[in-house]
Every structure is written in C-alpha cells, then in structure tokens.
C-alpha cells in the first residue's frame, strides 16, 4: 500500500524538475571538451561555447584561476572567446603554457571580465552561465 505514495512523491518530484530543465535551454555554457599535450611543454584546452540566449555577443572574457593536483593555484589565466554568435556553438582553444593537462585538477572561473550582447550594455552572465568537463579536470564557477 505504501508504493502509490512512493510513486506519486516521485512523479511530482520528475514533474517539478521539468520546468526547470526547460529553463536551462536558454543560456549560455562553456564545456571544457578536451586537453592535449604542446610540444615542448603546456597544455592546449579546447573549450565549446553554446550560446542559446537568443542573443549575440560582441564580448565574452573570463579570468581562469588553474589548479594543480594539489588544489592549489598555479597560474591565472585570461581567455577572450568573443564573439558569441546567437544559436551557434563555437569551438575556442586556448594553451595553458608550461603546465602539463596530467597535472590540472580544477580549472576555476575566477571572473567574467567581459560580457557585452551585441548592441548592449556590459551585463552580469553568472546567473545564465553553465559549465561542463569532459576532462578529468573539472570546470567550476
């Protein structure tokens, strides 16, 4: 007698998170896809930009803190990714010079120095801003 209820609580729980879901389709998300070797030393990052806003952005820069194995910080980063064409994906790469992908751990988005939509002000991204990894390194707000 007791699974109606377990099964009612979770079809209101799955139909609670659907909105939500649907909200996430409008934003825009940076996915650290892959890490590859330079020769001689660093590491190449190879990010995508999906940009769902509905909007253009003329500007897009992020400050990156990188952390090594040990969660301590070795180096501040600035990657400029603009433009942001709207519904487009866009691949950016970016090198990380002397450090070796094996030895980061966490790449953290210290601060966006730059997010300017096309014909626009100078606005706040956090709020719409979502980041992913497929590295062993995470990607962290």
């Known amino acids: 007698m007791r699974y109606p209820t377990i099964l009612a609580a979770s079809l209101a729980a799955s139909l609670s998170l659907a909105p939500g879901l649907h909200a996430q389709d409008k934003g825009l998300s940076v996915e650290l896809n892959k890490f590859e070797e330079i020769e001689g030393g660093g590491c190449r990052a190879f990010f995508l930009f999906r940009n769902t806003t509905g909007t253009g952005y003329d500007g897009f ?43 980061i751990s966490e790449i953290l988005l210290h601060e966006l120095t730059s997010c300017k939509p096309q014909n626009g002000e100078e606005m706040d991204c956090f709020p719409i801003l979502t980041l992913a990894s497929k590295t062993p390194a995470q990607l962290v707000k």
Do not use: H
């Open 61 to 103: 820069a992020m400050s990156l803190a990188i952390l090594d194995k040990n969660g301590v910080i070795d180096r501040l980063l600035s990657i400029d990714a603009a433009p942001l064409p709207v519904a487009r994906t866009t691949l950016k790469l970016f090198e990380i010079p002397e450090t070796s992908c094996a030895n």
